[in-house]
């Protein structure tokens, strides 16, 4: 659940005289607020990518399930070694899928790639290591015993575990069950994620605007974001900024969902009702001001079954606080630790003037340089700006105490290719 290469110097910058919290403390608290979902059902293997695996899975046969040629050449048997000029006969061919053949002293069996090793090799020579005439080869150079021959059980063994529960399914683990001959597998049931956003001042994308009224982007977003987290998704729509609403949309919502993710008023100011329309509702909760930027107030908590987490209401804010909080919520709702963010050390391609105190993130995008890749940061802050974001290739994050930040310097950068999975 940690980042060490973030919370080194964070937490020597954290204490509580500041009434902050550090990165890795807020991540470990809204965690505790969730309720891991037990359920599990079988889904085709196909559709289990970003899937939750229910319980381990062991090995049913060996990988390969026999000896089989590495590449095309010529199955031979090398004994202690047959040296280079070996002339031997060849008495057929062997491709993938053939069955299994024996091999008579002095000779030789072609053989594709893939294809089973004859009883009685012990070696395949490459097809560029012989020449072949009037049905016989000669080598070209030493063949040793075991050269060029995958044996069977040496990727995976028979019983061993192949994947742990817990594992979040992609595309490799796939592959490796789907060899097994796993036409289904058994995973947890997705999260039900409801997201609402809170504001007199939001509309809805096709709605009209008023002269002080925007388009909502926070919703649409971390509906987005939940949704590549693997996610079952629910849209909560708009709300006031009125409590008895508020509290009337988390009642309802948790009767149907897992989590509700709310974005704006969690601030402290006069229209911030979050937590108490959580209270209203029957739920309980906290605030939280954690040592971040942008993101510094988050609001955590649970109404029956569902945890609750509310998010700013400035977009990068949100997808951060997301990222960091979300990311924990949804693994501890899923019964497993959560992921550190991906990423690399990487230098700054410029001055970035910034006070010391909290952890920050910026959009990024990488730029190749004369001495190697680096991270140039887009635009200069502000949680509300979307543009920056959009141009990105991620984020980089800056410790607490790096201040200023000189071109140069290394910076944690993390990049948006995988989809923001957590």
Known sequence: ??????????????????????????????????????????????????????????????????????????????????????????????????GARTLPPGSALRILTGAMVPRGADAVVMQENVTRADGRIALSRMVRPGDNIRRRGEDVQAGETLLAEGTRIDARHVALLAAQGHGTVCVRRRIRVAVLSTGNELRSQGETLADTSLFDS?????????????????????????????????????????????????????????????????????????ALKPGKPAAIGRIGHAAYLGLPGNPVAALVSWLLLGGAVLAALNGRPARPLAGMRLPLTHTFERRPG???????????????????????????RLKPLAAADGLVCIDALHAPVRAGEPVMFHPFRDGFAI
Request: proline share 5%; hydrophobic share 45%; charged share 20%.
């Open 1 to 98: 659940m940690s980042q060490p290469a973030i919370l080194s110097v964070e937490r020597a910058s954290c204490d509580a005289s500041d009434g902050l919290v550090s990165l890795e403390e807020a991540r470990s608290r809204a965690a505790a607020w969730a309720v891991p979902v037990e359920e599990h059902e079988e889904v085709v293997l196909d559709q289990a990518v970003g899937r939750i695996l229910a319980q381990a899975v062991a090995a049913d046969l060996p990988l390969p399930p026999f000896d089989q040629s590495a590449m095309d050449g010529y199955a031979l048997a090398a004994g202690d070694g047959l040296p280079a000029g070996s002339v031997l006969t060849v008495i057929g061919r062997a491709a993938a899928g053939d």
């Open 218 to 290: 926070n919703r649409p977003m971390v509906l987005a974001l939940a949704r590549q987290a693997g996610a079952a998704v629910v849209d909560g729509g708009i709300v006031p900024d009125d409590p008895r609403l508020m509290a009337e949309a988390f009642r309802d919502l948790a009767t149907r969902c897992d989590l509700i993710v709310s974005t704006g008023g969690v601030s402290v100011g006069d229209e911030d009702h979050s937590l108490a329309a959580l209270a209203k509702a029957g739920g309980m909760g906290e605030s939280l001001r954690i």
């Open 358 to 384: 909290r952890t920050e993130f910026a959009p990024a995008r990488l730029v190749q340089t004369s001495g190697g890749l680096a991270a140039e940061i887009l635009g200069r802050g502000g949680s509300a």
